[in-house]
C-alpha cells in the first residue's frame, strides 16, 4: 500500500523568505503525486501535480515542486513567501483503481508566515 | 459555476443519533469522495464510489454508510456505531482515472 509522510508538522518563515516544505512518499509504481493548499475551516485546493514527463512542475500561486525518484521525495518550493501562503499543506500520492483513483494524504505541514 | 456542495457547514447532535452529510456536485464526475479529517491524521478515505448505484470502502469506514443513487449526490451517514464522530468532513468528486480531486468546504461535525 502507498504512504506519505510530511515530516514537518510545523514550519514558520518570514515573509520574502524561501520555502521548501518536504514530501516522501512510498509507492512500487511510478507514482501520481499532488500538492494541496487548505486554509482554515475550507476545503483543498490543488497546488500542482505530477503524473510524468519533466520532473519540475509548476502549480498555482508561484509553487513549484520537483520529483525526485531516487530519493522517493515530491518537495513543495516557493521562492518567496507572502503572509496570505499562511496555511495547511497536504501531499498525497495517488493510485489508479481503473475508473478512479485512491489518493492517500500525509498528515499535513502548517505554515506560519511572520511579517 | 460548477463545484461541490457541503450541508450543512456545522452539524451538532446527540451521542446515540445517526446524522446525514449532504454532498452534491454538478461537475459531472463519475467518482466522488468522503474523507474524514483530524488534526495531525491527515486525511482519511471513509468511502468512495466510481458509478452510480455502486460505492467501496476506504480505510476507515466502520460506524459510516453511503449511497450512490444519483451521479451528483453522495451522502454520509455516521451512524451511532462510530465511537468517535466528531471532525472535520470533507467531501471530493475526480473525472475519471488519475485526476486531481475537487473538495468541497467540508461539514464540522460535533457529537457531545
Known amino acids: 500500500a502507498q504512504s506519505v509522510t510530511q515530516p514537518d508538522i510545523h514550519i514558520t518563515v518570514s515573509e520574502g523568505a524561501s520555502l521548501e516544505l518536504r514530501c516522501n512518499y512510498s509507492?512500487?509504481?511510478?507514482?501520481?503525486l499532488f500538492w494541496y493548499v487548505q486554509s482554515p475551516g475550507q476545503g483543498l485546493q490543488l497546488l500542482l501535480k505530477?503524473?510524468?514527463?519533466?520532473?519540475l512542475v509548476q502549480g498555482i500561486k508561484g509553487f513549484e515542486a520537483e520529483f525526485k525518484r531516487s530519493q522517493s521525495s515530491f518537495n513543495l518550493r516557493k521562492p518567496s513567501v507572502h503572509w496570505s501562503d499562511a496555511a495547511e499543506y497536504f501531499c498525497?500520492?495517488?493510485?489508479?483503481?481503473?475508473?478512479?483513483?485512491?489518493?492517500?494524504f500525509g498528515t499535513g505541514t502548517r505554515l506560519q508566515v511572520m511579517l | 459555476d460548477g463545484g461541490i456542495t457541503q450541508s450543512p457547514k456545522y452539524l451538532f447532535r446527540k451521542e446515540g443519533q445517526n446524522v446525514t452529510l449532504s454532498c452534491e456536485q454538478n461537475l459531472n464526475h463519475d467518482a466522488m469522495y468522503w474523507y474524514r479529517q483530524d488534526p495531525g491524521q491527515g486525511l482519511r478515505l471513509i468511502y468512495y464510489?466510481?458509478?452510480?448505484?455502486?460505492?467501496q470502502k476506504g480505510d476507515i469506514a466502520e460506524g459510516y454508510s453511503v449511497s450512490r443513487e444519483k451521479k451528483e449526490s453522495f451522502p454520509l451517514t455516521v451512524t451511532s456505531a462510530q465511537k468517535n464522530p466528531t471532525a472535520f468532513y470533507l467531501c471530493a468528486s475526480l473525472d475519471r482515472g488519475v485526476s486531481p480531486l475537487h473538495f468541497g468546504n467540508g461539514t464540522r461535525l460535533t457529537v457531545t
Open positions: 505530477y503524473f510524468s514527463g519533466d520532473t
Open positions: 498525497a500520492v495517488g493510485v489508479n483503481t481503473g475508473t478512479a483513483s485512491k489518493l492517500t
Open positions: 464510489s466510481q458509478i452510480v448505484n455502486d460505492f
Open positions: 509507492y512500487g509504481a511510478t507514482p501520481y
